[in-house]
T-cell receptor
Framework: QQQVKQSPQSLIVQKGGISIINCAYE??????FPWYQQFPGKGPALLIA?????SEKKEGRFTISFNKSAKQFSLHIMDSQPGDSATYFC???????????FGQGTTLQVKP | DAGVIQSPRHEVTEMGQEVTLRCKPI?????LFWYRQTMMRGLELLIY????????DSGMPEDRFSAKMPNASFSTLKIQPSEPRDSAVYFC?????????????FGEGSRLTVL
């Protein structure tokens, strides 16, 4: 059973455009929602994270939007750059465990 | 500071052989995770340890897979016997704390190919 569903599987965006990746979760006990970024040949690395007590978090060009009632959250990359080309994973966990469940990943290509 | 160190980085083996993947977590980290990454299934959690104790191994695919953490600075993931469907990139990750929100620090992975 896929607890965190991510879409789209792949995304192509022009330089300067907005990249949007969506995730949906099933378990209402989840209370921590990070996004990880992975470059080829490397392990994933934390990009940005949000708790469900806020609806949005912004760090530079990266923004998480969170909709608790819909059990959905999304990553927006503003002014996308070729250096943003990578695989992005959403994830979720419950505060009483350290177990982090990942979505299936989205491969982003930003064309110059 | 050294990050999470995994070995080998690449392993090619034949079906039926035993495979052992190794991980050295970041010093001081309390939790260690093993994930498997494939195109079809993304990042799957196989098992995780808190303070060297296995907490949840529900993601281990079958009895052919086993993991140990004999001390705070070393963990192994063993596959015996290996099968072609085990071909994947296996990641080890560690973090401070055992519960709650916290950043996972990943190694660079061990790419396993089973022929």
């Amino acid at each position: 059973q896929q607890q965190v569903k991510q879409s789209p599987q792949s995304l192509i965006v022009q330089k300067g455009g907005i990249s949007i990746i969506n995730c949906a979760y099933e378990n209402t006990a989840f209370d921590y929602f990070p996004w990880y970024q992975q470059f080829p040949g490397k392990g994933p690395a934390l990009l940005i994270a949000i708790r469900p007590d806020v609806s949005e978090k912004k760090e530079g060009r990266f923004t998480i939007s969170f909709n608790k009632s819909a059990k959905q959250f999304s990553l927006h990359i503003m002014d996308s750059q070729p250096g943003d080309s990578a695989t992005y994973f959403c994830a979720a966990s419950k505060s009483n465990t350290g177990k982090l469940i990942f979505g299936q990943g989205t491969t982003l290509q930003v064309k110059p | 500071d050294a990050g999470v160190i995994q070995s080998p980085r690449h392993e090619v083996t034949e079906m039926g052989q035993e495979v052992t993947l190794r991980c050295k977590p970041i010093s001081g980290h309390n939790s260690l995770f093993w994930y498997r990454q494939t195109m079809m299934r993304g990042l799957e959690l196989l098992i995780y340890f808190n303070n060297n104790v296995p907490i949840d191994d529900s993601g281990m695919p079958e009895d052919r897979f086993s993991a140990k953490m004999p001390n705070a600075s070393f963990s192994t993931l063993k596959i015996q016997p290996s099968e072609p469907r085990d071909s994947a990139v296996y990641f080890c990750a560690s973090r401070t704390g055992t519960v709650g929100a916290g950043e996972l620090f990943f190694g660079e992975g061990s790419r396993l190919t089973v022929l």
